[in-house]
């Protein structure tokens, strides 16, 4: 299959594409007069995915943890650690495990291609022996404890796990250490050859390249190697209840202010592709209106000293679970969220107001547009979208095209009480 190219127009740029005969689906958006380059390698393998079959397969169930496990792993190599040849390179390179996907990503301004070259080989040469993986349970067992005593995270982690029963998004991406414990060399190798196939990953350029150059080169690459064919991959989540775990989650911790973290869960199958994208960009237009620093109520929960500049929101949307988060650091959590809530509930009696909605959308529109000139954020961005069914560049035109009903319907629908969540950490001394 030859370089497809795929102008968009609305936003003057121009994507190019090509799926290998192994699978491995390439991108690629030059971006002229740029110096830096940005590379992702990902593969659509998160904490989430521990129970999994592929086609012809027997199913399988694996340790919480094991993803990210795998992903510290893969940057040991027989040779030693890939980060000191990157290093000598001229480039910065990192990884990241999310519920969904595992990143593997450099940024350099020079030597691109010995860098693409040294991304896509360690990516795809796994080195795993029972004297590391044992080694590397230490070490993500200190990282585990670490993030224990990290206010921010627990208060994030606590609401999660008070809104979800079933679903494995409530567990830590890095598992627990009683789980970690049990992840083998052989465990590794299973996961590894199950989803870091080539069908299964992407890889996306995004910089001052030339894409034919770029494109020849990862051909080259593929080519001398061999991957045996693979059958789509099955992944298994058992039914998650309509209800939350529980209303309330407390933890104890040595804060000088409690956190309060709070939001509602979404019940049942959410959506896919481009419904799940409308879905997504409504949400995040109405929590703009409801609840930035220009809102009405964020003006009075600051007036009233109830939240600092520490006061945020966001939406979490998958094809299995979707879930609002608010919150912040505050001098009374059961007030706090008692008058967000009271606040809610005059705006979902009222509906958004449509110069509200129009100031958010116009607000989120920028910001996408302000996005398009940072490389990293860009690569972020479109795998994510990319692994959900939705195309990166639909995101504008469907900013442009969202209404106020949608937005108020999103409001009526999403504020339901009953499937609301409240994770606060507080010191012992209160």
């Known amino acids: 299959m030859a370089l497809q190219m795929l102008p968009h127009e609305h936003v003057k740029e121009t994507l190019y594409t090509e799926t290998l005969p192994n699978g491995l689906t390439v991108f690629i958006l030059p971006k002229q007069g740029f110096q830096k ?32 496990f795998l992903e510290h792993k893969m940057f040991e190599e027989p040779t030693g650690d890939i980060f000191s040849v990157f290093a000598s390179q001229g480039a910065s390179a990192n990884a990241y495990t999310s519920f969904d996907r595992t990143v593997y990503l450099f940024s350099a301004t020079g030597q691109i291609e010995d860098n693409l070259r040294t991304l896509i080989d360690f990516v795809q040469n796994p080195y795993f022996t029972d004297a590391n993986v044992e080694k590397e349970k230490g070490i993500i067992g200190q990282e585990i404890k670490m993030y224990q005593d990290n206010a921010d995270w627990r208060s994030y982690y606590g609401l999660i796990e008070a809104m979800y029963q079933k679903h494995p998004v409530h567990i830590d991406i890095a598992g627990t250490i009683e789980s970690i414990s049990q992840i083998s060399k052989e465990m590794l190798y299973d996961c590894y050859r199950t989803f870091y196939h080539p069908s299964n990953m992407m890889l996306f350029i995004v910089g001052g390249v030339d894409p034919q150059r770029i494109i020849d080169i990862v051909r080259e690459n593929q080519a001398a190697k061999t991957f045996q064919p693979q059958g789509q991959i099955h992944r298994f989540f058992e039914p998650e209840p309509m209800e939350v775990r529980a209303s309330l989650k407390l933890t104890k911790l040595p804060v000088s202010l409690p956190k309060c973290l709070f939001g509602c869960k979404e019940p049942g199958q959410t959506a896919a592709g481009r419904e799940l994208l409308r879905k997504e960009l409504a949400m995040k237009v109405l929590l703009d209106a409801l609840l930035s620093p220009s809102s009405a109520i964020y003006q009075s929960l600051y007036d009233e000293k109830l939240i600092s500049d520490s006061f945020g929101s966001e939406y979490n949307i998958s094809e299995q679970y979707a879930f609002s988060v608010m919150g912040g650091d505050t001098r009374d959590p059961e007030l706090l969220v008692a008058r967000v809530k009271e606040e809610i509930d005059k705006a979902k009696a009222s509906g958004i107001q449509a110069a509200e909605f129009e100031r958010s959308r116009k607000k989120k529109i920028g910001a996408y547009l302000r996005m398009l000139n940072s490389p990293e954020a860009i690569a972020g961005e479109f795998t994510k979208y990319r692994f959900k069914g939705v195309d990166f560049f639909d995101i504008l035109p469907a900013y442009e095209s969202l209404t106020l009903e949608e937005v108020n319907e999103q409001l009526r629908r999403h504020f339901d009480w009953s499937r609301l969540a409240v994770s606060v950490v507080r010191s012992d001394a209160e």
């Open 37 to 68: 380059t940005y590379a992702t390698f990902s593969t659509r393998y998160g904490s989430v995915d521990n129970h999994f079959q592929v086609e012809g397969g027997e199913r399988k169930k694996v340790p919480d943890g094991i993803a990210h």
